[in-house]
């Protein structure tokens, strides 16, 4: 699957949150993400795994209770079934990579 520029359509998925899935297969999937400073991603868990990697801004993560805030740069992995949330504190850009493929994202 190949996904040009042309071919994206952010959904806004909560008030200033954007999600695009760039790709996905049997077993993994991509998504970017714009975050609009001040927006929040409630705390949440689902069975996948995901890796979130910061393309621009600055976020605070809650994960299983505990806050860290990651930068452009910056990484973290969350395991399947982990509470987790997260805070814009800029605009931000955001990868997730879920795996396996987030199936909800998908659904129209």
């Known amino acids: 699957m190949v996904t040009h520029a042309v071919d994206k ?5 909560m008030p200033g949150v ?3 899935v760039l790709s996905y297969g049997e077993k993994l999937m ?3 993400n714009f975050l609009k400073e001040g927006s929040q991603v409630p705390a949440h868990a689902h069975p996948h795994e995901q890796i979130t990697y910061v393309v621009r801004g600055t976020v605070k993560f809650t994960l299983s209770g505990k806050e860290f805030v990651l930068a452009a740069g910056e990484c973290c992995l969350i395991p ?3 509470p987790h949330g997260v805070e814009a504190l800029s605009d931000c850009v955001l ?3 879920f795996s396996p493929p ?3 994202f998908l659904q129209k």
């Open 9 to 13: 359509h952010p959904e806004e998925v």
């Open 18 to 20: 954007l999600r695009t």
């Open 30 to 32: 991509l998504t970017e």
């Open 80 to 82: 399947g079934n982990e």
């Open 95 to 97: 990868l997730d990579a």
């Open 102 to 104: 987030r199936e909800d």
